[in-house]
């Protein structure tokens, strides 16, 4: 085979390589998204993501309870898709208005984290004040 031949079967390579880490990731987001709703059932979850060019990409999840109290918080920080999320115990109980206003409590050492927090309170903050629809509590059954 000539060199360029080469060339494109080890970019087809690496295109497989990364779409499987891709979709791991995705799955390993999604299971833990599923988790955090299946345990919750009441309160508003919020999801924030901070893209970095070169440097590390960060997601933050916040489970948040009726009342405005922080129930849960993952972060996933890293490069690779081998990244997991991490659970931040110091943080669970406090008001949502003192994670507003100091998200940067969690910044110290990764960047990107504040801002990934900041959007997925944006995030429960827009949940709250959608108005909530009828869903199934107003349909009516057929015949009655």
Known sequence: MAIWQ??????????????????????HYADVFKGITAKYQDGY????????????GTIALIVVTPDLK???????????VFAKFKRHEN????SL???????????EGEAGVAEAVK??????????????????????PVGM
């Open 6 to 27: 080469w060339g494109l079967l080890l970019l087809g390579v690496v295109w497989a390589l990364q779409s499987l880490g891709v979709w791991i990731q995705m799955r």
């Open 45 to 56: 979850v919020g999801a924030g993501n901070c893209r970095g060019r070169l440097g590390k």
């Open 70 to 80: 922080v129930q849960r918080l993952l972060t996933m920080t890293g490069r690779s």
């Open 91 to 94: 943080l669970e109980g406090i």
């Open 97 to 107: 208005d003192q994670l507003r206003s100091n998200p940067a409590v969690l910044g």
């Open 119 to 140: 959007k997925a309170v944006e995030q429960v903050d827009r949940a709250r004040l959608e108005p909530k629809g009828p869903g199934l509590a107003g349909l009516k």
